[in-house]
């Protein structure tokens, strides 16, 4: 897994720019297995502003800023 799988799943430049995915989506498609990597990973783009932490229905959610 890499950072770019992660931004990859979040959006789609053609098809959808601005879609929000939630923690729970991602764990659900990157696998449970890879959590803890994939908060290391999260946190480090989150920091680079890469992505940002928006809340939706209540979960935590990401969005991309930049690629």
């Known amino acids: 897994m890499k950072k770019i799988d992660i931004l990859n799943f979040i ?6 720019p601005n879609s929000v995915k939630t923690y729970s989506e991602l764990v659900s498609h990157l696998g ?7 908060n290391t990973m999260l946190s480090e783009l989150k920091q680079l502003r890469t ?4 809340e939706q229905n209540g979960e935590r959610a990401f969005q991309v800023n930049a690629k």
């Open 51 to 54: 992505i940002r932490e928006v």
């Open 11 to 16: 959006t789609d430049f053609r098809k959808a």
């Open 32 to 38: 449970k297995e890879n959590e803890a990597a994939l």
